[in-house]
């Protein structure tokens, strides 16, 4: 444990031999083990308590640390940590960056932060070289695709606050919005967390139906794709209490039909099944307890680039009417936004304008099942005229069979006073 005194600067490094010269060198890119001495050994668990004292102030204690580091990437790893426990991770670190990277870690309410490295069984670089060093800072509002207690990452971190700044509209109903990266990059590998590398905290809205309903920034949902049976890429909605999870992941495909899952379009495209611009989440019970998104990548993304995740996310409110058009919204991908771009649980009822993510390979834009409809369409007309025939037939022939009784008795009442045409 190192105690930390305001006004100084202090210096960690995982050995004597990482210092800031030589993971600065641009040399370190070529590091070979078998040239090097001294590398970090395998299999290291190390801590590295930081102990900044108890400051009774009310401003924000945090640890500016500043790092270079050279740590084999996805499988050797520097956490950062607000305490000493794994719940309190701020970052975690792996690969190499050779020019200073700055963190500013919040501190506990005991006033500890620490670093965790650990390696694995098996290669190895040359380690990390920090400077460390208390400040008092304000809580910062973040530039989209920032994040961090200071703004200074540029990939979201383990936990994150949710954007207030909206891709789309923004209404009534906007709970905020959920970003994986820095509109310029690429999403990173997170394979210390197979339940979550990065994690935003819905609170609940108890005016809400308890469904959310996602609505992609530019159809951003870019992640890995791989089949329904592997472990891979994907964002898992949960709701505390409730041990069931609603995962979205980018499916692997060869054709359509294996794309039919709510939440995609029922088209392969590219070997991926292309995902809805528009997904609703019914069973997440967003109105009675919090909801936690979380956002997993592995290790191996086969040395392609993908551009992560950005949506926003709404409360679905009750339908003020008896549909969608009544209530003056619109529909899109058979779900209702009310006036004043509210997301709501209104019936469609078949207004506004037809899905444009639907292929005209769904279901409801089927040959077959449009040529079914329009045949029973005719063969009820045909019923109809039938019994509209036979009604008016079975008429007339009553009103001819009731004129001849008329008749007949109008002949025998004749008949019987002595006025008919046979005399008395």
């Known amino acids: 444990r190192v105690k930390i005194e305001e006004?100084?600067?202090?210096?960690?490094?995982?050995?004597?031999?990482?210092?800031?010269?030589?993971?600065?060198?641009?040399?370190?890119?070529?590091?070979?083990?078998?040239?090097?001495?001294?590398?970090?050994?395998?299999?290291?668990?190390?801590?590295?308590?930081?102990?900044?004292?108890?400051?009774?102030?009310?401003?924000?204690?945090?640890?500016?640390?500043?790092?270079?580091?050279?740590?084999?990437?996805?499988?050797?790893?520097?956490?950062?940590?607000s305490g000493l426990d794994e719940n309190s991770t701020y970052n975690v670190l792996s690969g190499r960056h050779s020019h200073p990277e700055t963190f500013y870690i919040p501190v506990d309410e005991n006033g500890i932060a620490s670093l965790h490295f650990t390696t694995d069984d098996k290669g190895r670089r040359r380690g990390f070289y920090a400077k460390i060093s208390g400040e008092n800072l304000?809580?910062?509002?973040?530039?989209?695709?920032?994040?961090?207690?200071?703004?200074?990452?540029?990939y979201c971190l383990q936990r994150n606050a949710l954007l207030q700044t909206a891709g789309g509209n923004k209404s009534e109903s906007f709970a905020g919005r959920v970003i994986s990266q820095d509109l310029n990059s690429s999403i990173r590998s997170?394979?210390?967390?197979?339940?979550?590398?990065?994690?935003?905290?819905?609170?609940?809205?108890?005016?809400?139906?308890?469904?959310?309903?996602?609505?992609?920034?530019?159809?951003s949902f870019d992640l890995e794709p791989h089949s329904v049976n592997h472990v891979g890429d994907k964002v898992i909605f949960a709701s505390v209490g409730n041990e069931q999870n609603t995962e979205l992941f980018v499916e692997s495909c060869e054709n359509d039909e294996i794309c039919n899952f709510p939440w995609q379009t029922g088209e392969c495209s590219e070997g991926r099944c292309a995902i809805r611009n528009r997904i609703e989440l019914a069973d997440i019970g967003a109105n009675v307890s919090k909801t936690l998104i979380r956002l997993v990548t592995d290790r191996n993304d086969g040395g392609k680039n993908f551009s992560g995740v950005d949506f926003d996310v709404h409360f679905v409110q009750s339908c003020p009417a008896s549909n969608c058009a009544n209530a003056d919204g619109s529909c899109d991908a058979g779900l209702c936004t009310c006036s004043n771009f509210i997301a709501c649980d209104c019936s469609c009822d078949g207004d506004g304008d037809p899905d444009p993510n639907i292929t005209q390979d769904d279901?409801?834009?089927?040959?077959?099942?449009?040529?079914?409809?329009?045949?029973?369409?005719?063969?009820?007309?045909?019923?109809?005229?039938?019994l509209l025939y036979y009604v008016k037939k079975k008429s007339i022939l009553l009103k001819a069979r009731e004129e001849d009784l008329n008749r007949k008795e109008?002949?025998?009442?004749?008949?019987?006073?002595?006025?008919?045409?046979?005399?008395d």
């Open 7 to 81: 006004g100084k600067t202090y210096e960690l490094q995982s050995s004597v031999h990482a210092t800031e010269m030589a993971l600065s060198s641009e040399n370190g890119i070529d590091f070979i083990v078998s040239q090097d001495k001294h590398p970090y050994p395998n299999d290291l668990d190390c801590t590295y308590e930081l102990d900044f004292g108890v400051d009774s102030s009310d401003a924000a204690r945090v640890a500016r640390i500043e790092l270079y580091y050279d740590i084999e990437e996805a499988f050797d790893f520097l956490r950062l940590r």
């Open 138 to 154: 304000s809580k910062s509002d973040c530039d989209i695709g920032w994040f961090g207690s200071h703004c200074e990452s540029s």
């Open 190 to 219: 997170m394979p210390w967390a197979p339940d979550g590398g990065c994690m935003w905290e819905m609170e609940p809205e108890v005016d809400s139906t308890g469904a959310i309903r996602l609505i992609l920034n530019n159809f």
């Open 363 to 386: 279901s409801r834009y089927n040959p077959l099942t449009i040529g079914l409809g329009l045949g029973s369409v005719v063969a009820l007309l045909l019923v109809a005229l039938f």
């Open 410 to 423: 109008t002949q025998l009442m004749a008949f019987r006073l002595g006025t008919s045409k046979f005399g």
